[in-house]
């Protein structure tokens, strides 16, 4: 069974930063792209980063370029996803997602 967990959402100001996490369960990691979608409310799933199963390459959303990077360490399972420079507008649950699989997401809040 596909098991995705996010953690390392929470409550920050403008301008700071947050690093999630992705641990990942019950498939081969390292054969599959991962990728961070958020939802703000009222709004729809919107794409937010990408990751090759290497970690050779990586895409992002227009909206968080140059603040948001994704890594990964197959060796952990784990997907990561850095956000800096966060906005307001940044304010979503944030899931990571494979294999037709979502995680329970975690809440990223940017408020002054």
């Known amino acids: 069974e596909v098991q995705l967990v996010e953690s390392g959402g929470g409550l920050v100001q403008p301008g700071e930063s947050l690093r999630l996490s992705c641990e990942a369960s019950?498939?081969?990691?390292?054969?599959?792209?991962m990728t961070w979608v958020r939802q703000a409310p009222g709004k729809e799933l919107e794409y937010v980063s990408s990751?090759?199963?290497?970690?050779?390459?990586?895409g992002y959303a227009d909206s968080v370029k140059g603040r948001f990077t994704i890594s990964r360490d197959n060796a952990k399972n784990t997907c990561y996803l850095q956000l800096n420079g966060l906005k307001s507008e940044d304010t979503a649950i944030y899931y990571c997602?494979?294999?037709?699989?979502r995680g329970q997401g975690t809440q990223v809040t940017v408020s002054s």
């Open positions: 997602t494979t294999v037709g699989s």
């Open positions: 019950g498939f081969t990691f390292s054969r599959y792209t």
């Open positions: 990751i090759s199963n290497d970690g050779s390459s990586a």
